[in-house]
């Protein structure tokens, strides 16, 4: 039996020796070096070209190496009767912690506005507001945003999130459903999207909802580009609506060189970076879940296809 992996953004040699040193018996094959795509039981993948896994023909499991499955959702030959999993957590959750608590202190602290003095050599202090008025919150509060939730409110922000159902997390406010929707972002001063990209939450990031927000909120997004619209967040950001916005996902990865984000003084660009699947952190769930497959069990960690995440 093999497993085979593709990604363009991942070194599979530290996947490999992962394998290696706990389910001997498995090939590791890249998607350079398949021999027997009929041999293939298993695909570790990320971002696969549409298409690619159909090619497998006898393939019992999909494993993500990220925590969103989007793209693979796209795919109109993602083979339909093969479970697919993703990574829940991983070691992704601290780090998704600390890029979000580190955007809310940066807007907090009015941190864009220095950085821009700074290239002005302009030494000019500005007042300030303490955290417990700084209100932040977040879209999405499952296994990645309850991590951020907790650690930005254990910091002193008041924290609120929006969910699809109603989530009891001690400390954090929750607002559930559309129509609660207005309430959480008329409250929300900096905003964070932590919500899956699906059809409901593709493009939710407009101008009428940046309208909801009030005036001076900034925007976090390091879910998915396409929650965004770019011109919508650009007019919002230009008519000063908004203060300022940290992104780390796009349309279109990596970012064009031409693209306005990158020169805009209120924009703060990261090359998604937000969290990075780490082979030491998360071969232990894929590894899991081969030897569950192995002896009859279903996987852990399965996309609900008809939910979307
Ligand atoms: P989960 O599936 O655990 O959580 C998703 C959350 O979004 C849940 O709280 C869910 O609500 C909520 N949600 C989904 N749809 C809706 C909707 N229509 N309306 C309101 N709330 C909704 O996801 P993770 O926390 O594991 O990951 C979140 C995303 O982070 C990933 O999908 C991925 O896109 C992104 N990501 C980005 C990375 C980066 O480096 N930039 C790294 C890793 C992930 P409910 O609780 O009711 O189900
Ligand atoms: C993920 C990501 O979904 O890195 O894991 O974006």
């Keep these: 039996m093999s497993l085979v992996f593709y990604s363009r953004a991942d070194d599979p040699a530290p996947w490999r020796d992962a394998f290696a040193a706990a389910l001997p018996d498995l090939v590791f094959e890249t998607d350079a070096d398949v021999r027997d795509p009929a041999a293939v039981r298993y695909a570790l993948v990320w971002k696969p070209p549409h298409g690619w896994l159909a090619g497998f023909p006898n393939l019992r499991a999909i494993f993500s190496l990220g925590a969103g499955v989007d793209a693979l959702l796209d795919d109109p030959a993602l083979p339909a009767a093969v479970p697919l999993t993703r990574m829940v957590d991983a070691g992704m959750g601290r780090q998704m912690a600390e890029y979000a608590a580190w955007g809310v202190m940066h807007f907090h602290r009015g941190m864009q506005r220095y950085a821009n003095q700074q290239r002005a050599c302009d ?28 650690l930005i409110a254990a910091t002193g922000y008041p924290v ?3 969910t699809r159902t109603p989530r009891q997390v001690p400390g954090i406010e929750n607002f559930a459903g559309a129509a609660a929707l207005p309430a959480f972002l008329a409250r ?8 899956p990209l699906t059809p409901d939450t593709r493009g939710m990031l407009d101008a009428t909802l940046f309208a909801q927000l009030p005036r001076g909120a900034a925007v976090i997004n390091l879910a998915r580009g396409p929650h965004l619209v770019d011109a919508d967040l650009l007019a919002a950001l230009d008519a000063d609506h908004l203060s300022g916005a940290l992104l780390d996902v796009f349309h279109a990865e990596p970012l064009a060189p031409d693209h306005p984000f990158w020169q805009h003084p209120k ?13 030491d952190e998360a071969a232990s769930q894929v590894i899991d879940n081969v030897r569950r497959l192995e002896r009859g069990e279903a996987p852990l960690h399965t996309v609900d296809r008809d939910r979307g995440y």
């Excluded at 929300?188 to 919500?195: G, Y």
């Excluded at 924009?267 to 082979?279: R, S």
């Design 188 to 195: 929300t001063q900096v905003l964070i999207n932590f919500l």
């Design 160 to 162: 609120a999130a929006w």
């Design 267 to 279: 924009i703060v660009v990261t090359p998604h970076i937000a969290a990075i699947t780490m082979a």
């Design 123 to 150: 030494w000019r202090p500005h007042p300030g507001t303490p955290a417990r008025q700084f209100r932040v919150g977040l879209l999405g509060l499952g296994v990645l945003g309850e991590q951020a939730a907790r």
